[in-house]
């Protein structure tokens, strides 16, 4: 049964969402199979189709179904930047995220809505395997950010950044503002909902092969995997970082002190009662250390008074 156009005030349960760019070869397939699988369910649902300027017959191929709804980018503006325009489009109290590439199991879409009625406000499909592009570089990368995220955060993060989701949406557009427009999208959204408290539950998938041309590339893919890095430390709970690190430079400098600058002094020329002055490296860790603490007390402080 086709479905109606939405209407301005139409209050749906969920919209899902595609950020696709140059995806002939896979997009019409993914989309049949999203109304496939959420046409057998009860819920009230839309489906939205990001063209992130495109170059080949993506739009066409979604124009082609008419309940698919065609947001179109005049020039490609980024993976993150489609997943922006799409939540903002939205008109789904939930809105279920995957790829336009045939990498996701889209059948497990009402799975992953049963799971947010049950009471959370993001669901993550984990793969079981890392089967992307150029996996040898990209697992040992993803390893150490998912690591990284789970230090942040104070929990356990099996799938950091998997494209296949469902998360609310009004909790979502309170952190639209801080959103890249890059792939790092999935990985700070994720960080963002676990580092402010939100209830996050994993459902484990299977993970294919993509379907068409990869636009991953190492080295700029690299940069903003480095800028994610930034990102997570800085935007959520930084003292977390600053605090340890300006710790190891005050007890170094302060043992560097005791165990070298003195006892080495005393040994050349012998005890007296006045301590010697410190050496420039100690007293360069001493200063170091001061100044993190006092950079991680400020950032700390400017994340928690801009709290979004
Ligand atoms: N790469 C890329 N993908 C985009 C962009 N805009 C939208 N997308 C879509 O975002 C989704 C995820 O991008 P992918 O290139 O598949 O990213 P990936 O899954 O990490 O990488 P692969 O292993 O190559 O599939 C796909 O549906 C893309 O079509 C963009 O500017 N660059
Ligand atoms: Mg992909």
Same mark, same amino acid.
Request: hydrophobic residues 45%.
């Given at each position: 049964m086709p479905i109606p156009p939405p209407t301005p005030d139409d209050d749906l349960d969920v919209s899902i969402i595609l950020p696709a760019y140059d995806e002939e070869a896979a997009l019409g397939d993914d989309l049949d199979d999203v109304q496939a699988a959420m046409s057998a369910t009860a819920y009230r649902y839309e489906i939205i189709v990001?063209?992130?300027?495109?170059?080949?017959?993506t739009a066409e191929i979604a124009r082609a179904r008419p309940w698919v709804r065609l947001i179109q980018h005049p020039f490609n503006r980024g993976n993150g930047a489609a997943r922006t325009t799409g939540v903002r489009a939205a008109r789904g109290r939930v809105v279920i995220f995957t790829d336009?590439?045939?990498?996701?199991?889209?059948?497990?879409m009402p799975e992953l809505m049963a799971l947010m009625d049950a009471g959370s406000d993001m669901v993550i499909g984990a793969r079981r395997v890392e089967a992307g592009t150029l996996r040898v570089l990209r697992t040992p990368a993803k390893w150490f950010i998912r690591r990284l995220a789970e230090f942040m955060t104070g929990s356990r993060i $099996?799938?950091?950044? &998997?494209?296949l989701r469902a998360q609310r949406r009004d909790a979502t557009l309170r952190f639209l503002p801080i959103l $890249?427009?890059?792939? &790092?999208w999935v990985s700070t959204i994720t960080i963002a909902f676990l580092g402010n408290g939100y209830v996050v539950r994993y459902l484990p998938i299977d993970y294919y092969p993509r379907v068409g041309r990869s636009t991953f590339h190492p080295l700029r893919d690299s940069y903003n995997y480095l800028s994610l890095i930034v990102r997570t430390v800085m935007y959520f709970n930084p003292l977390k970082v600053f605090l340890p690190l300006a710790l190891a430079l005050l007890i170094g400098g302060t043992a560097k002190y005791v165990l070298i600058d003195i006892l080495d002094t005393f040994q050349t020329y012998g005890w007296s009662m006045t301590l010697p002055p410190m050496r420039l490296t100690t007293l360069a860790l001493l200063i170091t250390g001061l100044q993190t603490a006092v950079v991680g007390l400020l950032a700390d402080l400017i994340v928690r008074r801009t709290q979004l």
């Amino acid at each position: 049964m086709p479905i109606p156009p939405p209407t301005p005030d139409d209050d749906l349960d969920v919209s899902i969402i595609l950020p696709a760019y140059d995806e002939e070869a896979a997009l019409g397939d993914d989309l049949d199979d999203v109304q496939a699988a959420m046409s057998a369910t009860a819920y009230r649902y839309e489906i939205i189709v990001v063209d992130d300027g495109s170059r080949d017959r993506t739009a066409e191929i979604a124009r082609a179904r008419p309940w698919v709804r065609l947001i179109q980018h005049p020039f490609n503006r980024g993976n993150g930047a489609a997943r922006t325009t799409g939540v903002r489009a939205a008109r789904g109290r939930v809105v279920i995220f995957t790829d336009a590439d045939r990498t996701y199991p889209n059948a497990r879409m009402p799975e992953l809505m049963a799971l947010m009625d049950a009471g959370s406000d993001m669901v993550i499909g984990a793969r079981r395997v890392e089967a992307g592009t150029l996996r040898v570089l990209r697992t040992p990368a993803k390893w150490f950010i998912r690591r990284l995220a789970e230090f942040m955060t104070g929990s356990r993060i $099996p799938d950091l950044n &998997s494209g296949l989701r469902a998360q609310r949406r009004d909790a979502t557009l309170r952190f639209l503002p801080i959103l $890249p427009t890059t792939h &790092s999208w999935v990985s700070t959204i994720t960080i963002a909902f676990l580092g402010n408290g939100y209830v996050v539950r994993y459902l484990p998938i299977d993970y294919y092969p993509r379907v068409g041309r990869s636009t991953f590339h190492p080295l700029r893919d690299s940069y903003n995997y480095l800028s994610l890095i930034v990102r997570t430390v800085m935007y959520f709970n930084p003292l977390k970082v600053f605090l340890p690190l300006a710790l190891a430079l005050l007890i170094g400098g302060t043992a560097k002190y005791v165990l070298i600058d003195i006892l080495d002094t005393f040994q050349t020329y012998g005890w007296s009662m006045t301590l010697p002055p410190m050496r420039l490296t100690t007293l360069a860790l001493l200063i170091t250390g001061l100044q993190t603490a006092v950079v991680g007390l400020l950032a700390d402080l400017i994340v928690r008074r801009t709290q979004l």
